[in-house]
């Protein structure tokens, strides 16, 4: 099974950007995997943030974040990003990395990802 490592999470004022990043440890390739970021903010439940095929040419996204993040990858690379802009305090949460191998419907649901990284913080301050 694939293991996840975020980084890049931070704390930053309202309007401000951060680029998270995931990558896979030892030699697994994310190549054969459909990747996705959650988040999970205090007292809710873990959300889909936005999803990204396996070859990258393909995005979805959460309506809150549509047009401020971007998901993108770098295969050749083995790494994950999320580029996001604008940051309003309501995007602070620990934000997970995940990964699958399974058919799914929908892509921003957790209950399809059966990988999931340690998290990293994002704080956004007023």
């Known amino acids: 099974q694939v293991q996840l490592v975020e980084s890049g999470g931070g704390s930053v004022q309202a309007g401000g950007s951060l680029r998270l990043s995931c990558t896979a440890s030892?030699?697994?390739?994310?190549?054969?995997?459909?990747m996705a970021w959650f988040r999970q903010r205090p007292g809710k439940e873990r959300e889909g943030v936005a999803a990204i095929d396996k070859a990258g040419t393909g995005t979805l996204y959460v309506d809150s974040v549509e047009g401020r993040f971007t998901i993108s990858r770098d295969n050749a690379e083995n790494t994950v990003y999320l580029q996001m802009s604008s940051l309003k305090t309501e995007d602070t949460a620990i934000y997970y990395c995940?990964?699958?191998?399974?058919?799914?419907?929908?892509?921003?649901?957790?209950?399809?990802?059966?990988?999931y990284g340690q998290g990293t913080q994002v704080t956004v301050s007023s």
């Open positions: 030892g030699a697994t390739s994310l190549r054969r995997h459909f």
């Open positions: 995940a990964a699958t191998t399974w058919a799914m419907v929908d892509p921003l649901d957790r209950h399809n990802y059966n990988t």
